[in-house]
């Protein structure tokens, strides 16, 4: 039985060496590891304050480049509908340049068409009158080969001055 119930002063050294360890735990144990207790918690505590900031900038510049790429987004199509306008202004000017150039063209052509047109009916009117004077020369040396054919040309010619007065 001696194993189960110690004996007492047994049992008194081990109360004595049990109060001495807590009495200096107590003194330089416990306040050891409560301030590295502290230290860690406000280490995890500063951690999770800098891990909760750093989520909190980092939904910040989410929102920040979703902002810039819808403002790009807004730029790019800005962009493409100014030149899509400008495209238009272009291609309208040249289409106006072209209809004036045009028609600066089919006048210049009708000017000359005319030009033409009145100098063939100038050079047509001078040979038909060449032609005439020649064809005139012709029969008049033809019907006025002697001196009677001559005198009755000068009396008809007569007859109808004085017809027409």
Same mark, same amino acid.
């Given at each position: 039985?001696? +194993?189960?119930?110690?004996?007492?002063? +047994?049992?008194?050294?081990?109360?004595?060496?049990?109060?001495?360890?807590?009495? +200096?735990?107590? @003194?330089?144990?416990?306040?050891?590891?409560?301030?590295?207790?502290?230290?860690?918690?406000?280490?995890?505590?500063?951690?999770?304050?800098?891990?909760?900031?750093?989520?909190?900038?980092?939904?910040?510049?989410?929102?920040?480049?979703?902002?810039?790429?819808?403002?790009?987004?807004? !730029?790019?199509?800005?962009? +493409?509908?100014?030149?899509?306008?400008?495209?238009?202004?272009?291609?309208?000017?040249?289409?106006? @340049?072209?209809?004036?150039?045009?028609?600066?063209?089919?006048?210049?052509?009708?000017?000359?068409?005319?030009?033409?047109? !009145?100098?063939?009916?100038?050079?047509?009117?001078?040979?038909?009158?060449?032609?005439?004077?020649?064809?005139?020369? @012709?029969?008049?040396?033809?019907?006025?080969?002697?001196? !009677?054919?001559?005198?009755?040309?000068?009396?008809?010619?007569?007859?109808?001055?004085?017809?027409? !007065?």
């Amino acid at each position: 039985m001696d +194993l189960l119930i110690p004996s007492t002063g +047994l049992l008194f050294w081990m109360t004595i060496t049990f109060l001495v360890v807590f009495f +200096l735990l107590w @003194k330089f144990g416990f306040p050891v590891i409560t301030s590295m207790v502290k230290e860690r918690q406000a280490f995890i505590d500063d951690s999770l304050r800098k891990a909760h900031e750093a989520n909190e900038r980092l939904a910040n510049i989410q929102k920040e480049g979703e902002s810039i790429l819808q403002e790009a987004r807004e !730029k790019q199509a800005q962009i +493409l509908k100014e030149a899509a306008e400008t495209r238009d202004a272009i291609v309208e000017k040249a289409q106006d @340049k072209a209809r004036q150039e045009g028609a600066r063209l089919l006048d210049d052509a009708r000017v000359a068409i005319e030009q033409e047109k !009145k100098a063939a009916i100038a050079d047509i009117r001078k040979q038909v009158a060449t032609l005439s004077v020649e064809i005139a020369e @012709k029969v008049l040396r033809q019907n006025l080969k002697d001196d !009677k054919a001559q005198m009755d040309l000068i009396n008809r010619m007569l007859d109808e001055v004085s017809t027409d !007065k």
